[in-house]
Nanobody
Framework: VQLQAFGGGLVQTGNSLRLSCVASGRTLDDLSLGWFRQAPRKEREMVAAISKSGGGTWFSDSVKGRFTITRDTAKNAVYLQMNSLKPEETAVYYC???????????????WGQGTDVTVSS
């Protein structure tokens, strides 16, 4: 499966962005999906995940209550709504997919190319 993430950009502190990730090559229906980010000079971290059914989600403590992850079967896509953004959340954001039926695993099989998010103070 090929994953293409887009929707990043430059926003001011406190504003919102919605990232999209569209898949091609196979359906996402039997895959759990996640969003990761990697800030400059930092390790990649998982920020959100959604189960195959869409009924289960996971968020890192740092984004809980501000970020929402959803998936659209018809569009073969996954989204990350990010609200109240902070400068420290400036990073490259990646979408990913895994065969594992869990929202807590960080082991993913497929990765998108990343989209840049810059939050200005």
């Amino acid at each position: 499966v090929q994953l293409q993430a887009f929707g990043g950009g430059l926003v001011q502190t406190g504003n919102s962005l919605r990232l999209s990730c569209v898949a091609s090559g196979r359906t996402l229906d039997d895959l759990s999906l996640g969003w990761f980010r990697q800030a400059p000079r930092k390790e990649r971290e998982m920020v959100a995940a959604i189960s195959k059914s869409g009924g289960g989600t996971w968020f890192s403590d740092s984004v809980k209550g501000r970020f929402t992850i959803t998936r659209d079967t018809a569009k073969n896509a996954v989204y990350l709504q990010m609200n109240s953004l902070k400068p420290e959340e400036t990073a490259v954001y990646y979408c990913a997919a895994t065969f594992r039926n869990t929202v807590t695993s960080t082991s993913y099989n497929f990765w998108g190319q990343g989209t840049d998010v810059t939050v200005s103070s």
